[in-house]
Nanobody, 113 residues
Framework: QVQLQESGPGLVKPSQTLSLTCTVS??????????WSWVRQPPGKGLEWIGY???????YYSPSLKSRTSISRDTSKNQFTLQLSSVTPEDTAVYYC?????WGKGTLVTVSS
């Protein structure tokens, strides 16, 4: 069974870059036909898909966040990473990593000075 665990700072200052890592166990991020996503949920709002990195290493981002988003991976550690630049308080959310129906527990990131 695939397990995902998000990690990273819980507090980021405005204009800085948010960086989160998802560590995967029970499966390889290079397994064929798998896509590894980042999703977030702002307080009191619905889920928002951020983007994914495929098993091949190709990436695709939400058009609304594309200019500020980068997803990369470290296959040696079986991890993938989200970077969101120029954050504002509107980026405050619980951030989840997910794969094919499996989800991490989520991590709250607050953007505040």
């Amino acid at each position: 069974q695939v397990q995902l665990q998000e990690s990273g700072p819980g507090l980021v200052k405005p204009s800085q870059t948010l960086s989160l890592t998802c560590t995967v166990s029970g499966g390889s991020i290079t397994t064929n036909s798998n896509w590894w996503s980042w999703v977030r949920q702002p307080p009191g709002k619905g889920l928002e898909w951020i983007g994914y990195i495929a098993y091949s290493g190709s990436t695709y981002y939400s058009p609304s966040l594309k200019s500020r988003t980068s997803i990369s991976r470290d296959t040696s550690k079986n991890q993938f990473t989200l970077q969101l630049s120029s954050v504002t308080p509107e980026d405050t959310a619980v951030y989840y990593c997910s794969n094919m129906g499996y989800w991490g527990k989520g991590t709250l990131v607050t953007v505040s000075s």
